[in-house]
């Protein structure tokens, strides 16, 4: 029930930001910073060192792990660079309006969210600890996905009631995703390819997406006040872990 309760969230997060888009675009660097350290966080002191003691409980290796996070990290950068354009690069296409490429890159960014609300399942699996900081990522960026997702229809010429189907899919898949996870148990050794998969994922989509973003739609001079938000998010999340909710 938790599961699903927390994937609901993660559908308000993706319709939110879907809906901010809208209006509030020249706004949106400082929340996106703090989400950056958000994943951050939720990476380094949640998920890593869970992988550790998972390895250490069930006598695993846990180098297999890091590889598969590095193999996430990779394949999400191959996917954002071949298959979406991501919408921080509208001004890039402004004369080429395809509405056709839009629409089937929101479709790819609503595949990742499948896997967004399966890795909330998975971590669930894992322990409650780890399936709550895993969630707080998700519906973290979630809220970025909704934006990517509603500026990418409008930016390749979709109407506005399109561009809200499209926004809608993108805010179910997660709990499609998360759903999917009540029909079947990994084992150990799996869980921790998996967690280390989607920590890659993560970490790309922290680092390597959300950040940049954010700095590249500040206003001059606001760098310190992004990092230092960033600075908060990662600790936020470290209070979670201390805390151990």
Known sequence: MTVVLLSLATFFSTLIGGLVALRFRDRLHYLLSFTAGVLLGVVSFEVLPELFELGQEHAANPMR????LVVGFLAFHGMEKFLLIHH???SR???HRHPQVGVFSALALVGHSVMDGVGI???FQVSPAVGVAVAIAVIAHDFSDG???MGLMLAHGN???RSVVMLALDALAPVAGAASTLLFELPPEMLMLYLGFFAGFLLYIGVSDILPEAHSSAPPGK???LIVLTALGAGFMYVIA???L
Not at 65 to 68: E, F, P, Q, T
């Open 223 to 225: 760098s310190l006040q």
């Open 147 to 149: 934006l990517n997702t």
């Open 65 to 68: 792990a890091m590889v598969a």
């Open 159 to 161: 109407p506005t009631r």
């Open 242 to 244: 201390q805390s151990g």
């Open 88 to 90: 921080a690069h509208e």
């Open 121 to 123: 399942g998975l971590a």
């Open 93 to 95: 296409y402004a004369t």
